[in-house]
């Protein structure tokens, strides 16, 4: 048994059976602090992009995105943020990191759309904050106000007014981010 796994292990490396990293790199950012235009990467080789709005919203996209982790680093080498796809829009777990190592935003993705809350982490590991980025709440409160009108729930001129989600500065954070 030993020598089967040794023979399969030895063959792996040396076939170069492996998944090649993918990175990504934020080369350009909407004044709102979403990214505008992403570039992925396959091993150093350029193997996609995608194009943001200022909603968030991928509006262009040129070549695939490998389902997997996809990861970014800092100048230094450190982590910065690790992002999971599937059919080329995030997909799970988006987590970005302190250049030291350590979490610093947590958000759960599901097929491209942000999915609950966002968890904003001290550099200790201690929860900073807990709520909604402020852009996905934006956009929820434009689609309840839509619907609000076409159901034609208006009474007597006088709506209720919409309850806000509590909301992060999300990416606003990400451009001052301490590094340390």
């Known amino acids: 048994m030993k020598n089967i796994i040794m023979t399969v292990i030895m063959m792996s490396v040396f076939t170069g059976y492996s998944r090649a990293e993918v990175t990504m790199k934020i080369v350009k950012h909407n004044p709102n602090?979403?990214?505008a235009e992403t570039v992925f990467y396959n091993n150093g080789k350029e193997i996609a992009r995608q194009y943001i709005n200022r909603e968030g919203t991928i509006t262009k996209q040129t070549?695939?995105?490998p389902d997997g982790l996809v990861k970014e680093y800092y100048p230094e080498g450190n982590i910065k943020r690790s992002?999971?796809?599937k059919n080329g829009k995030t997909n799970g777990d988006s987590i970005i990191y302190y250049s030291i190592g350590k979490v610093y935003i947590k958000t759960v993705f599901r097929n491209g759309q942000?999915?609950?809350e966002n968890k904003?982490?001290?550099e200790d590991g201690k929860i900073k904050e807990n709520g909604v980025p402020k852009a996905v709440?934006?956009?929820r409160q434009?689609?309840?106000e839509k619907a609000k009108k076409t159901d034609g729930q208006k009474e007597s001129g006088k709506e209720d007014?919409?309850?806000k989600a509590k909301s992060v500065g999300f990416a606003e954070d990400l451009d001052e981010m301490p590094s340390i």
């Open 33 to 35: 602090g979403i990214s």
């Open 63 to 65: 070549g695939k995105i």
């Open 83 to 85: 992002v999971a796809y």
């Open 114 to 116: 942000c999915e609950g």
């Open 120 to 122: 904003t982490f001290y």
């Open 137 to 139: 709440a934006e956009q």
């Open 142 to 144: 434009k689609e309840k």
């Open 161 to 163: 007014e919409p309850k």
